[in-house]
């Protein structure tokens, strides 16, 4: 692998590591006492209340059915089917509510696994939200190639998410590493 390979997977690496320790709005559905972590005490938690907590915090207890993602911060097939029309309809880059966007949809795929392993949601939903995703990254890309023959002007800029900016810097050779980081 090229340097320049490795430091754009290194880059994106570290943009879905902030992500990851971004807080994320959460419901409790289980009582639960809380445990003790390295000095850090997480919880208790109350059935009905909300709690904002990192999202690599809240990923074992949404595992163990005690925390729920809200629906506000909901990401699932519905909502990537949307942002892939909106993107596919719209000769620009949409304009995500996060710059965090696609690393919301790759980390978000867990809990549709996890829906679909506890029967909660039909198989055939996960083929849909790749389905999704690969068009939102392939109509993205097809205009992201298209500004790098012009200059980026503040507004594309800004209609970019932290991933595709550090992916601007590096295109030409990189396209393939970004695309498959999202898919996998």
Not at 30 to 47: A, H, M, V
Not at 62 to 68: A, H, P
Request: hydrophobic share 40%.
């Amino acid at each position: 692998m090229s340097k320049i390979e490795e430091d754009l997977a290194d880059s994106i690496k570290r943009i879905n590591f902030r992500f990851v320790n971004q807080e994320i709005k959460m419901e409790c559905i289980k009582n639960y006492d809380g445990f003790s972590l390295l000095d850090e005490r997480i919880g208790p938690f109350e059935k009905g209340k909300e709690y904002k907590l990192k999202l690599f915090k809240g990923i074992t207890l949404i595992e163990k059915g005690v925390l729920q993602i809200t629906t506000e911060e909901k990401c699932d097939n519905t909502i990537v089917q949307r942002h892939a029309i909106a993107e596919r309809d719209n000769q620009k880059l949409v304009r995500q509510e996060s710059l965090f966007f696609l690393n919301k949809i790759k980390e978000f795929k867990k809990f549709l696994k996890m829906d679909i392993k506890k029967g909660l949601r039909p198989p055939l939903d996960i083929n849909k939200y790749d389905s999704y995703i690969m068009s939102i990254l392939d109509h993205r890309l097809v205009k992201l190639l298209k500004l790098t023959n012009t200059e980026l002007s503040l507004d594309d800029e800004r209609r970019l998410t932290y991933s595709e900016q550090a992916l601007f810097d590096k295109i030409s050779q990189l396209i393939i590493i970004w695309r498959k980081f999202y898919l996998n």
